[in-house]
């Protein structure tokens, strides 16, 4: 009898856990969201890289990143994930920028960033180009030079000066550091041309009011959307040093700050603990009734 009873707690366990699994890894937090485009990043092979987004398009990876590389390793990922490391070296080509680019619009992504950046490496670009006085869809994440005071930057334009300050935040190395070789993830939202209109969320936590205005102009090169490059093939100076992991596209949708901190939880997957041990030990309990009786 209390075999059995164990067996019957341990398959219970078993199913509590997978089930929870099932519902809220990371990956399927994200569709759950319905991504204009979504990338895991979890291929093995150079070439093509997967969007099981809702409007797919072809992706390809470029220049020399090292692809399979070490995933996020939390939980929420499984254990068989895999992440692009652009090793200064390489990243994916998503296609024309003008199909990345929306008014509104918003990017997920998972990151690691050694540091050692020289000019500003891009972890998403769109290389739209909007300068003073523009309504482009312009859409930049940069890793910083350390020296900048300054560990990213995110910038709705890219003239510099800017007449008036609409086009760059950063966050202020003072306050975090993100370029500390550890996984990282963030949200960043853009609502509308203006960047003080800008949201993200790092970590799950909304870092919004500690963003700050910088004074350098991010550059484009050529006319596509990349992760982790700004110029196809890798060739330019500004390619992220460190990796990049599952990463999500919302075009004219901006995703609001419990959905931000929504994703962040499900890559933890807060084991149902205590759910789980109420069950064990009910099921425990029943056995030790009968057995008593
Ligand atoms: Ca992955
Ligand atoms: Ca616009
Ligand atoms: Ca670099």
């Given at each position: 009898m209390v075999q059995s009873a164990a067996i019957f707690a341990s398959a219970l366990l078993v199913s509590v856990l997978s089930a929870s699994a099932a519902i809220v890894d990371y990956p399927s937090a994200v569709d759950a969201l319905h991504p204009t485009h979504h990338y895991r990043l979890d291929?093995?092979?150079?070439?093509?890289?997967?969007?099981?987004?809702?409007n797919p398009l072809a992706a390809m990876h470029e220049?020399?990143?090292?692809?399979?590389?070490?995933?996020?390793?939390?939980?929420?990922?499984?254990?068989?994930?895999?992440?692009?490391?652009?090793?200064?070296?390489?990243?994916?080509?998503?296609?024309?920028?003008?199909?990345?680019?929306?008014?509104?619009?918003?990017?997920?992504?998972?990151?690691?960033?050694?540091?050692?950046?020289?000019?500003g490496d891009r972890i998403f670009t769109n290389n739209i180009v909007r300068l003073n006085g523009g309504t482009e869809d312009s859409f930049?994440?940069?890793?910083?030079?350390?020296?900048?005071?300054?560990?990213?930057?995110?910038?709705?334009?890219?003239?510099?000066?800017?007449?008036?300050?609409?086009?760059?935040?950063?966050?202020?190395?003072?306050?975090?550091?993100?370029?500390?070789?550890q996984w990282h993830h963030i949200v960043a939202v853009r609502n509308g041309d203006d960047i003080m209109d800008l949201v993200v969320v790092l970590d799950g936590v909304d870092i919004t009011s500690n963003l700050t205005p910088t004074s350098a102009g991010w550059g484009t090169t050529g006319s596509n959307a990349h992760l982790g490059v700004r110029a196809d093939n890798?060739?330019?100076?500004?390619?992220?040093?460190?990796?990049?992991?599952?990463t999500a596209i919302w075009l004219n949708r901006a995703l609001t700050v419990e959905e931000a901190q929504g994703l962040y939880?499900?890559?933890?997957?807060?084991?149902?603990?205590?759910?789980t041990c109420l069950l064990v030990a009910a099921a425990l309990a029943g056995s030790r009734r009968r057995r008593e009786s």
């Open positions: 291929e093995t092979t150079f070439g093509a890289v997967t969007d099981t987004g809702t220049g020399a990143p090292e692809v399979g590389a070490p995933g996020v390793p939390l939980e929420g990922f499984g254990s068989t994930n895999y992440a692009l490391f652009d090793n200064d070296a390489g990243g994916v080509n998503l296609g024309p920028g003008s199909s990345f680019a929306s008014n509104v619009m918003t990017v997920a992504m998972w990151f690691q960033a050694p540091g050692g950046v020289q000019v930049q994440m940069v890793m910083t030079n350390g020296a900048s005071g300054w560990s990213m930057a995110i910038a709705t334009g890219n003239e510099n000066p800017q007449t008036p300050e609409t086009m760059q935040l950063g966050i202020p190395s003072s306050f975090l550091n993100v370029q500390d070789n890798g060739a330019s100076e500004h390619n992220h040093t460190g990796s990049i992991d599952d939880n499900a890559a933890q997957i807060p084991e149902p603990a205590s759910v």
